[in-house]
């Protein structure tokens, strides 16, 4: 089963909006991770979340994490057209596994200027 | 500079010739990984490792092979590559602490099986 999963698939914004996107997961996590990535490179670490925490904020970043509905959301305000790539969230802990982090499949965010 | 690095950055070779995807990181990282990313899968992890000669299978280890002889190397070993491991390859390092923590991630390996 997909542990990680977005929604929406893709997003497209106008400058200045603010763009959420949503993560659901399936099993019991420690940390949730969100990371972006610009077309065909290397994923960039934004921002964790550990299994007690509800909420955390980082620059225009802010996510949220509901263990018991099993998801979280990212938030970024003011967009800027240079926020434009895919954002994924990432789970450790599934499939009975601490050791293995499972990927969603994103959500491609465009943002117009 | 902390990085993790691979090599080579692109790759099309012919199905059944044997290849390595090398991976190093500079950062004293216990945790290494290997994931693939594929279009409308995402990324889809393949082999981790906790330690020196310490590896488990990911969600799709199936025709990889990986080593970790040391620290800041995991190699990434197709024996007998075919068509369908045509991907983009990418290796990550990190911690583990209170779970998986930050992990960092290297350039990516475009790889053609013909």
């Known amino acids: 089963s997909q542990q990680g999963e977005e929604d929406p698939q893709a997003l497209s914004i106008q400058e200045g909006e603010n763009a959420t996107m949503n993560c659901s997961y399936k099993?019991?996590?420690?940390?949730l991770q969100w990371y972006r990535q610009n077309s065909g490179r290397g994923l960039v670490h934004l921002i964790l979340?550990?299994?007690?925490?509800r909420e955390k904020h980082s620059g225009r970043l802010r996510v949220t994490l509901d263990t018991s509905k099993k998801s979280s959301s990212l938030l970024i305000t003011a967009s800027r057209a240079a926020d434009t790539a895919s954002y994924f969230c990432?789970?450790?802990?599934?499939?009975?596994?601490?050791?293995?982090?499972?990927f969603g499949k994103g959500t491609l965010l465009t943002v117009n200027p | 500079e902390a990085q993790v690095t691979q090599n080579p950055r692109y790759l099309i070779t012919v199905t059944g010739k044997k290849l390595t995807v090398t991976c190093s990181q500079n950062m004293n990282h216990e945790y290494m990984s290997w994931y693939r990313q594929d279009p409308g899968l995402g990324l889809r992890q393949i082999y981790y490792?906790?330690?020196?000669?310490?590896?488990d299978k990911g969600d799709v280890p199936e025709g990889y092979k990986v080593s970790r002889k040391e620290k800041r190397n995991f190699p990434l070993i197709l024996e007998s590559p075919s068509p369908n491991q045509t991907s983009l390859y990418f290796c990550a390092s990190g911690l583990y602490d209170r779970g998986l923590e930050t992990q960092y991630f290297g350039p990516g390996t475009r790889l053609l099986v013909l």
């Open positions: 490792s906790m330690n020196v000669e310490v590896t």
């Open positions: 099993t019991s996590i420690n940390n």
């Open positions: 990432a789970t450790d802990g599934s499939g009975g596994s601490n050791y293995k982090l499972t």
């Open positions: 979340i550990r299994s007690n925490e």
